[in-house]
């Protein structure tokens, strides 16, 4: 496989109102099969999901959390306005959104946007991905996988990674088992998280400051053939269950 990785240059500032796939159209060509990671923060600020510090009112945990993480408690109320469980509060929260996806702070972010102003993650990012992939499809005809992405923190692992977090015409896992390794072994477990390597390769080329560069495309992907169960269930995660021993 050969696949040729692209910034897609002149994205304007993204705001509230405009629609992405016109805005990515204009600025890239599409073969069919190609596929698009674009940073949830254009998706948020795109989709108006942003609130302004000021009209945030903290409630008792936010200040209760703000005294152990100094953090401002309407920026902690925004992290848990759109957390769905939150699993650890301090040094940082940690919680699940209502898409399944886990994250410090929520995915909530001050940066990449003017002002005293935070960034939400989409509410359902794979529906914000399949609108993108309907819209590319109607403005230019191509068939194209896109991938919402986010740069996440790791456990385990010092170092941010892009993340998935919602995708559209294609599955997240590509799925080996049953397949035979190269002695004819029989794969039992191996589950590979596709939609992840792509997008953690995309967060290379988008950087994190101010390069500008929200959409990343990938030329001459190979297809493959798996599913869509990317989040354990509570019952499946080995890890959240000893968190919270
Ligand atoms: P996140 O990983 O989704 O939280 O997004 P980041 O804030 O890390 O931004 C990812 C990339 O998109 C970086 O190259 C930013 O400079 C760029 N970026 C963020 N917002 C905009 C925007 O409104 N317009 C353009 N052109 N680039 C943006
Ligand atoms: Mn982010
Ligand atoms: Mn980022």
Known sequence: MSVQVTGVKNIPLIKKGDNLAEIIC????????????????????AKGYTKALASITPSEDAYRISKMTKEDP???????????????????????VPCGHVGVRAGVDNSNIEGENIILLPKDPSAEANDIRDGIKKICGEDVGVIVTDTCGRA?????????????????????RGDHDLFGLELHITEEAVVDEIAAFSNFIMGESNNGIP??????????????SLYFTKEEDFIRKALHK
């Open 26 to 45: 204009k600025n890239t060509e599409f073969a069919d099969g190609d596929i698009i990671c674009v940073a949830s923060t254009v998706v948020s600020k």
């Open 74 to 96: 309407r920026f902690l109320q925004g992290i848990l306005d759109t957390s769905k469980e939150v699993i650890i509060e301090y040094p940082f929260i940690l919680s699940e």
């Open 156 to 176: 385990f692992r010092r170092g941010q990674c892009g993340t998935a977090i919602g995708w559209a015409g294609m599955s997240a896992i590509r799925d080996f």
């Open 215 to 228: 959409v990343v495309k990938f030329s001459g992907c190979e297809k493959w053939k798996g599913h869509d």
